[in-house]
């Protein structure tokens, strides 16, 4: 999925973080992941909704969102509707669970599969983010 999207994945660092984020929060119930296995062993396709409570507002009396991540289907296995599984299965457990919203990124390749669920662009979206990290002490994970 990242080099997909041209993001560098060399280096081990992000991988253990990663790893060990995923195992914490699968343990609970505030991420729920979805995944097809491949016939013959390996992942065709998989995806991740987090759940996160924010301060409610006028457009979100209650303050319940989610975002979803990490859709990928490995290309042997695109084209078979198994990213369109993957999200109905995200969305279904976002409406169980009473979300007023939810987000995405999505590449140019997936925005497709988006807008035919009913996923629009933000416009005029004023979101923004710090341009170069904060600083953190040395062996200090990202969390």
Do not use: C, K
């Amino acid at each position: 999925m990242f080099e997909a999207m041209g993001i560098d994945t060399t280096g081990e660092t992000w991988r253990a973080s990663a790893e060990r984020h995923l195992q914490e929060v699968l343990a609970g119930d505030e991420v729920v992941a979805a995944v097809v296995d491949a016939p013959g062993g390996g992942l065709a396709a998989s995806g991740v909704i987090e759940f996160l409570q924010w301060i409610p507002s006028p457009s979100s009396p209650f303050g319940r969102a989610a975002y979803i991540s990490n859709m990928s289907t490995d290309h042997a296995w695109r084209r078979r509707g198994l990213a369109r599984a993957i999200l109905a299965v995200l969305l279904a457990e976002a409406r169980r669970r009473d979300v007023e919203r939810v987000e995405l990124h999505a590449t140019s390749e997936g925005i497709g599969l988006y807008q035919s669920v009913g996923f629009v662009p933000r416009e005029g979206n004023p979101a923004m983010r710090l341009a170069d990290p904060l600083s953190r002490p040395a062996g200090r994970p990202d969390r």
